[in-house]
C-alpha cells in the first residue's frame, strides 16, 4: 500500500505534536520537581495542580493519536482535522497567556519556550489547514 505524501505530513505533525505534549504531561505528573526546574519556576506547595495541569497537557497530546486512529479507521479526515482546529486554538490561547505573564515577570523568561513551541504548532496546523492539506480527494481512502 502506497502512502500519500498529504498523509505523510498529517502523520508527521501529528505525531510529533502529540508525541511532544504526551511526554510534557508525563513529566509534570511523574517529575514535575524537575520539569519545573528546567523553567527555573519553584514548585509550589501544592503540586497537585502541577500535576492537574500535567494531565490537562498530557491529554491534548492524547488527542493527535486518537484523530490519526479514527481517521484511518473511517477512512476521512474530518476528525484529524478537528484535532488541529481545536488544539491550535489551545495552542494561541497558552502562547498570549504565557506571554503575557512572562511580560509582567509572573513567570521566568524560560517560558518563551512553551509561547515559540505552541505558536508554531499553531501556525503549522492553521497554515496546512488552510492550503487545503485535508480536503478530500477522489479517492476517500487515501492515505
Known amino acids: 500500500m502506497k502512502l500519500s505524501s498529504r498523509f505523510l505530513v498529517?502523520?508527521?505533525?501529528?505525531f510529533?505534536?502529540?508525541?511532544?505534549?504526551?511526554l510534557a504531561g508525563v513529566s509534570l505528573l511523574a517529575v514535575p520537581?524537575?520539569?519545573l526546574s528546567f523553567f527555573q519556576?519553584?514548585?509550589?506547595m501544592k503540586m497537585i495542580?502541577?500535576?492537574?495541569?500535567?494531565?490537562?497537557?498530557?491529554?491534548?497530546?492524547v488527542t493527535y493519536f486518537y484523530g490519526l486512529i479514527t481517521s484511518w479507521r473511517r477512512g476521512e479526515?474530518?476528525?484529524?482535522?478537528?484535532?488541529w482546529e481545536i488544539s491550535?486554538?489551545?495552542?494561541?490561547?497558552?502562547?498570549?497567556f504565557l506571554s503575557f505573564s512572562v511580560g509582567f515577570e509572573y513567570l521566568p523568561f524560560n517560558w518563551t519556550i512553551v509561547v515559540g513551541v505552541d505558536l508554531a504548532w499553531a501556525t503549522i496546523q492553521t497554515t496546512?489547514?488552510?492550503?487545503?492539506?485535508f480536503t478530500n480527494s477522489a479517492n476517500k481512502n487515501e492515505f
Open 128 to 133: 496546512l489547514i488552510l492550503r487545503g492539506i
Open 77 to 83: 479526515w474530518q476528525t484529524m482535522r478537528t484535532v
Open 41 to 44: 519556576t519553584t514548585p509550589p
Open 16 to 22: 510529533l505534536a502529540g508525541l511532544g505534549d504526551a
Open 10 to 14: 498529517i502523520l508527521f505533525v501529528s
Open 88 to 96: 491550535a486554538l489551545f495552542r494561541i490561547a497558552v502562547a498570549i
Open 49 to 61: 495542580f502541577i500535576r492537574y495541569l500535567g494531565v490537562f497537557v498530557g491529554m491534548v497530546g
Open 33 to 35: 520537581d524537575w520539569t
